[in-house]
C-alpha cells in the first residue's frame, strides 16, 4: 500500500469503515468499494450466517477491492462473547466478560476467536470491552465488562488483546476513555458524565493505558460527554480527549476509531457535516458509520474535501493513513487474503 501513489478519493475512503445490508457481494457493497473506495466494512448479525458464507462474502470483497485497485479491507465484527456476539453457533459462544475467572479464561477466549476469525476472513475483532464499572453503580455495561477493579480489567483486557493479535486479529479497546460509569445507553442519547480528569487517570484510564503499553492495534471512542475534559464535544468528536489526551499524554500510535455515528448520541444532536468536521480536526483515523444512507456519501465529500483543498487538512490526514497503511501491511499482506 504506497500511500503516495493514491488518489484523494482513495485516501477519503480509507478513512472510512461502513454497515451495508446483505449476506454476498452486492451492488450496495461493490458501490461502497469501488466508488466511496471504503477502507474497512463491519459485519452485524444480518450479514452472517454460516461460515461458508462468511467466507466467501468476506473473500469476495476483498477480492473485489483489489480488482479495484484498492488496499485491502479492514473487516471487523463485535465479538465480545456473552451478550455481544454477532457470530452464533456453530462459532463457539463464550459466557462474557464478566463471567471469566482468570487469565486462562481470556486466553481460551481469545485464541478460538481468533481462529474463528480468521478461518473466515474477519481480521478486526471490535474487543475487548476495558470500561471499569465502579462498584455500586448499575451502568449500561455492567454485563460487558471483566470487573470493577481496574487492576482485574487490565490483566484480563491485555491477555485477549495479546492473544487476538498473536493469532492474526487486530484488537481495538473501547470505550475510551472508559463508560463504565454511565447509566444512559449512547445507543439512544448523549450520555453526561461530571468526573475529575485525575479520578479518569487513576481508574478508568488504567486498562487503556495497559492495552497501549501491548501495542492494541486500535482504541473506539465513546459517544459520552465529559464535563470536566471537555464541556462542548463527547469523546468520538473531542479534540482534547482524542488527540490532546489519548495521543498525546498518553502515547497511542496506532488507529483511532468513533464508536458508529448512527447512534442517538451523535445523530440526535449533531450533523453529518459537523461531526465530520470535529473528525478531521481530532487526529481520529477512522469515522466509523454502521448503516447504509446517505450519511456515509456525505463524510466521504467531506474528507475528500478536506485532502483537496486544506493544506492543513491534508497533512493530518496523511498522518491516519499511514497510521492505517501500517497496520494493513502487518496484518493484511494481500497474499495472505483469502481468494473467493
Known amino acids: 500500500m504506497n500511500i503516495f501513489n493514491l488518489s484523494n478519493e482513495q485516501l477519503a475512503g480509507q478513512r472510512l469503515m461502513v454497515g451495508f445490508n446483505g449476506t ?11 466508488t466511496l473506495k471504503v477502507g474497512g466494512i463491519i459485519l452485524f448479525a444480518g450479514n452472517v450466517s454460516t461460515p461458508d458464507q462468511i467466507e466467501h462474502l468476506c473473500g469476495s470483497a476483498q477480492a473485489y477491492a483489489i480488482s ?47 481462529e474463528e476469525l480468521t478461518r473466515v476472513g474477519i481480521n478486526m475483532d471490535m ?46 479497546a473501547k470505550h475510551f476513555p472508559g463508560i463504565g460509569r454511565t447509566t444512559l445507553d449512547s445507543h439512544l442519547d448523549l450520555p453526561t458524565l461530571s ?24 482504541i473506539m471512542l465513546s459517544h459520552i460527554l465529559y464535563t470536566d475534559i471537555d464541556p462542548e464535544w463527547p469523546a468520538s468528536l473531542s479534540t482534547e480527549i482524542a488527540r490532546d489526551l489519548l495521543r498525546n499524554r498518553m502515547g497511542f500510535r496506532g488507529i483511532v476509531i468513533t464508536d458508529d455515528l448512527d ?11 459537523t461531526v ?12 466509523l458509520i454502521c448503516h447504509k444512507g446517505p450519511k456515509i456519501e456525505n463524510a ?40 473467493v
Not at 448499575?138 to 483486557?157: A, I, K, T
Open 276 to 287: 465530520m468536521e470535529r473528525i478531521l480536526s481530532a487526529d481520529i483515523d477512522i469515522a
Open 195 to 218: 468526573v475529575e480528569r485525575k479520578t479518569l487517570e487513576f481508574f478508568d484510564l488504567l486498562p487503556f493505558d495497559a492495552a497501549i503499553k501491548r501495542n492494541v492495534a486500535g
Open 127 to 172: 474487543a475487548p470491552v476495558l470500561d471499569v464499572v465502579p462498584e455500586g453503580i448499575q451502568g449500561v455495561m455492567s454485563q460487558r465488562v471483566f470487573g470493577n477493579d481496574p487492576q482485574w480489567v487490565s490483566h484480563l483486557g491485555v491477555k485477549v488483546i495479546e492473544n487476538l493479535q498473536n493469532n492474526g486479529v487486530m484488537a481495538v
Open 263 to 273: 447512534m442517538g448520541a451523535i445523530h440526535k444532536h449533531y450533523d453529518i457535516e
Open 68 to 114: 479495484c485497485g484498492q488496499p485491502p479491507l479492514f473487516i471487523a465484527i463485535d465479538q465480545e462473547g456473552g451478550q455481544v456476539a454477532r457470530l452464533k453457533a456453530p462459532f463457539t459462544q463464550f459466557p462474557g466478560n464478566s463471567k471469566m475467572g482468570g487469565e486462562n479464561d481470556a486466553e481460551y477466549f481469545a485464541r478460538t476467536t481468533a
Open 24 to 34: 454476498e457481494l452486492n451492488r450496495e457493497l461493490m458501490f461502497l468499494i469501488d
Open 300 to 339: 466521504f465529500e467531506r474528507i475528500r474535501k478536506g485532502f483537496r483543498d486544506s493544506g492543513e487538512t491534508r497533512a493530518k490526514g496523511m498522518e491516519s493513513i499511514q497510521r492505517i497503511r501500517k497496520l494493513k501491511t502487518k496484518y493484511l499482506a494481500t497474499e495472505n487474503l483469502r481468494a
